[in-house]
């Protein structure tokens, strides 16, 4: 399986920006499907963004369309998520993770989430 570290996150104002990176490991990262998802502090973990495996076709849940913008580079094994706009409620750990297939909101069965990265938006 391959593994995912998340980096990039911190704290900002609302109306900022921020980009968060997921470093691949392992397995050959262009193999797979990719999502970011996000849980927020006593909630559960949501999906937010997913990318098909050249990076050409992405999707998003509704509410950061038009403000995140999800990416990935092949040659450098690594997924990134531009948020822009940010919001309080944007206010979460981030995580990547692989998922079942393209479209889907699900993550790959067993996937072992990682530490994730916070992100944090005062208001």
């Known amino acids: 399986q391959v593994q995912l570290v998340e980096s990039g996150g911190g704290s900002v104002q609302a109306g900022g920006s921020l980009r968060v990176s997921c470093a691949a490991s392992g397995r050959t990262f262009a193999n797979y499907v990719m999502g970011w998802f996000r849980q927020a502090p006593e909630k559960e973990r949501e999906f937010v963004a997913g990318?098909?495996?050249?990076?050409?076709?992405?999707y998003y849940v509704d509410s950061v369309k038009g403000r995140f913008t999800i990416s990935r580079d092949n040659a450098k094994n690594t997924l990134y998520l531009q948020m822009n706009v940010l919001k309080p409620e944007d206010t979460a750990a981030y995580y990547c993770a692989p998922l079942v297939t393209y479209g889907v909101r699900d993550a790959i069965p067993g996937y072992s989430w990682g530490q994730g990265t916070q992100v944090t938006v005062s208001s």
């Open positions: 990318i098909n495996y050249s990076g050409y076709y992405a």
